[in-house]
């Protein structure tokens, strides 16, 4: 299986910080690699998938990129509503895996 | 989107299943995927099927324990895990999926608690 390996696990940020969460891959998966992001209490949303393409609705401020084992979501100035825990997911092979979850919080 | 059954309590030993109606698009269009997520913790991938031809894959640790079923009549997916235990103990989502569009949208969740 790969292992899909998420840092930091938290992050405290204020609003209009610029934070990046990174996600790192046990072995190559292409471009073959989502973002979620997840609120207390409500299924995960899809942000991002194939590394770097924003979800219809998606604000531009959230960002992907990277590739084979390493990649980041970026997050341009925080805005109140993205205090949330964010995954990334690998989809290139079976089983599919989630990473641990990052959770931005408010400083 | 997507409208998952509600809230369940079985005990061990029991199966559960769980339902994921498809509103607004083709139903055997797009792959319907479970993820589950205990309590506090991280997402699960369990398995996948296609509506169309009612193909599934589970990952190996549901495999034996995971049935993944459709009713194209009714534009319904349904999860169903047997032989249950307080690990078990869960909210279970839906996702649809394709490569253009993958894991989106997500059902609401449905909680599955296991207890005697």
């Known amino acids: 299986d790969i292992q899909m390996t998420q840092s930091p696990s938290s992050i405290s940020a204020s609003v209009g910080d610029t934070v990046a969460i990174t996600c790192r891959a046990s072995?190559?998966?292409?471009?073959?690699l989502s973002w979620f992001q997840q609120k207390p209490g409500k299924a995960p949303k899809s942000l991002i998938y194939e590394t770097s393409r924003l979800q219809n609705g998606v604000p531009s401020r959230f960002s992907g990129n990277g590739s084979e084992t390493d990649f980041t979501l970026i997050i341009s100035s925080l805005q109140p509503e993205d205090f949330a825990t964010y995954y990334c997911q690998q989809y290139s092979n079976y089983p599919l895996t989630f990473g641990g979850g990052t959770k931005v919080d408010i400083k | 989107h997507l409208v998952q059954s509600g809230p369940e309590m079985k005990k061990p030993g029991a199966s559960v299943t769980v339902s994921c109606k498809a509103f607004g698009y083709t139903f055997p269009h797009y792959d319907i995927n479970w993820v589950r997520q205990a309590p506090g913790q991280g997402l699960e991938w369990m398995g996948w099927m296609n509506p169309n031809s009612g193909r599934t894959g589970s990952a190996q640790k549901f495999q034996g324990r995971l049935i993944m079923t459709r009713d194209a009549s009714t534009n319904t997916a349904y999860m169903e895990l047997t032989n249950l235990s307080p690990d078990d103990t869960a909210f279970y989502f839906c996702a649809r999926d394709s490569r253009d569009t993958p894991f989106d949208p997500w059902g609401q969740g449905t909680l599955v608690t296991v207890s005697s």
């Open positions: 072995q190559g998966i292409n471009n073959w």
